[in-house]
Structures are given as C-alpha cells and as structure tokens.
C-alpha cells in the first residue's frame, strides 16, 4: 500500500521553474487534503571579519535582522502567488502552506533535514531541465537530494511553453 502524502516538503529557489513545481505542490496537497511546508535556503556566507568579535556580533545582529526581513518578504511573495494560484486550482491556496522555512545553510541539507525535522512525506522541488549530463539535467540540487532521500522527491521540469506562473511578476 502506498502512504499517504499529508505533508509536502517545497523547497524553492524563488526562480521561473520554482514557481511552477509549487503548482504541483499545490495540486498534491488539495488532492490529498495535506498540507506544504515551504523551505527556501540562503547559502551561507564565510566573512573575514567574523574573526573580530565585535565586529562579528554587529555582523550576526544584522545578519539576523536581514533573515527576518527576508522570511517577511518571501511569505508575502508566497502569499501573492497563493492568489494567484486560487485561479489556476480553485482552491484556497494559502491555507494548504503550513509552515516557511528560511534556514541559512547548504540547500541540500537544508531539504533533507527539513523533510525529517518537519515530519514530511515526499519532497517537492523543480529543475531546469538542460542538457544531457546528470548534473546538468537534473540540477546539482535536485539530483543530491534524490540521491541521499529516503522519501519520494517529485523533480518537476521546467515546461517548453510559458505557464503564465512566475515568481518574478508579483
């Protein structure tokens, strides 16, 4: 028997393609009556001046006020596009995402101890889709996460036509 999807791990890179697996996300939650927990993950960055401890605090209260500033701006991205899905889907989109995650870290650990920390049941992400090469093809992220998952990863393309679903036009 095949589990039950209840919670969807969407882990986005806020680009054209990310906007579009959401779609998928979206649809497999109302599908399921689940829920989608939304992880989108800042790189770290190594600054020389976190050597200098005063330094380093001021950079880390700032880092921290420019997080939050950043999970304010993505949830109301998310919530923009939420609308907008409602027309594609007829459904309430914003009341499917459960949780928005905004962890600083390397994006594939990030989705892998997510999906476990959250108690979800499949991965959703997307890639670009190019060339002929694993890495190319898939994506460095999405082919990394496939490899270490020991939950479904769903690997949405980027479509050949425009979907009219963007990120970039809220």
Same mark, same amino acid.
């Given at each position: 028997?095949?589990?039950?999807?209840?919670?969807?791990?969407?882990?986005?890179?806020?680009?054209?393609?990310?906007?579009?697996?959401?779609?998928?996300?979206?649809?497999?939650?109302?599908?399921?009556?689940?829920?989608?927990?939304?992880?989108?993950?800042?790189?770290?960055?190594?600054?020389?001046?976190?050597?200098?401890?005063?330094?380093?605090?001021?950079?880390?209260?700032?880092?921290?006020?420019?997080?939050?500033?950043?999970?304010?701006?993505?949830?109301?991205?998310?919530?923009?596009?939420?609308?907008?899905?409602?027309?594609?889907?007829?459904?309430?989109?914003?009341?499917?995402?459960? &949780?928005? /995650?905004?962890?600083?870290?390397? =994006? !594939?650990?990030? #989705?892998?101890?997510? $999906?476990?920390?959250? @108690?979800? *049941?499949?991965?959703?992400?997307?890639?670009?889709?190019?060339?002929?090469?694993?890495?190319?093809?898939?994506?460095?992220?999405?082919? &990394?996460? /496939?490899?270490?998952?020991?939950? =479904? !990863?769903?690997? #949405?393309?980027?479509? $050949?036509?425009?979907? @009219?679903? *963007?990120?970039?036009?809220?």
């Amino acid at each position: 028997m095949i589990p039950k999807i209840k919670k969807i791990l969407y882990a986005t890179d806020l680009s054209k393609n990310s906007a579009y697996a959401f779609f998928y996300a979206v649809d497999m939650a109302r599908k399921n009556d689940g829920e989608i927990v939304i992880l989108h993950s800042i790189e770290p960055g190594i600054s020389p001046a976190a050597a200098i401890p005063p330094i380093a605090r001021q950079l880390d209260e700032l880092k921290e006020r420019e997080a939050e500033a950043e999970l304010k701006e993505i949830k109301k991205r998310v919530d923009e596009f939420c609308k907008r899905m409602d027309d594609y889907l007829g459904a309430s989109c914003p009341n499917l995402v459960s &949780k928005i /995650l905004v962890p600083r870290g390397y =994006p !594939v650990v990030e #989705i892998l101890e997510a $999906a476990d920390e959250e @108690g979800c *049941d499949t991965i959703v992400l997307g890639t670009h889709g190019k060339g002929f090469l694993k890495q190319t093809f898939l994506g460095s992220t999405a082919a &990394k996460v /496939l490899e270490r998952s020991r939950k =479904p !990863v769903f690997v #949405i393309p980027l479509p $050949a036509e425009k979907t @009219g679903i *963007d990120w970039d036009k809220m």
